[in-house]
């Protein structure tokens, strides 16, 4: 079992960064993949932003390759979503995501809001 909760959304201007971080809790973090998902407002689809996997292995979304950047912190049990150069359309509600074992755990979400 690993719980996950976000933290660090809010509103930016466009250009502007922000840094999501994904708390988690359990003793299979560190072997588990985590994923940041995006839902888009009025939405229904989650998208998947970025991966990081056990090893730090990372794998980014067209749409975001390049300005953002993820990470983990294993002893910390966290995870660190850097994103710059925002835009209009990055807005959205973002969630991390663990997986193990085939398992997936969510966490509740932290919305961001790029302005113009």
């Known amino acids: 079992q690993v719980q996950l909760v976000e933290s660090g959304g809010g509103v930016v201007q466009a250009g502007g960064s922000l840094r999501l971080s994904c708390a988690a809790s359990?003793?299979?973090?560190?072997?588990?993949?985590i994923d940041w998902y995006r839902q888009a407002p009025g939405k229904q689809q989650r998208n998947l932003v970025a991966?990081?996997?056990?090893?730090?292995?990372?794998i980014y979304a067209d749409s975001v390759k390049g300005r953002f950047a993820l990470s983990r912190d294993n002893a910390k049990s966290m995870v660190y979503l850097q994103m710059n150069s925002l835009e209009l359309e990055d807005t959205a509600v973002y969630y991390c995501?663990?997986?193990?074992?085939?398992?997936?755990?969510w966490g509740q979400g932290t919305p961001v809001t790029v302005s113009s």
């Open positions: 995501r663990a997986v193990y074992a085939g398992n997936a755990f």
């Open positions: 991966t990081i996997s056990s090893s730090g292995r990372t």
């Open positions: 359990g003793s299979t973090f560190s072997m588990s993949s």
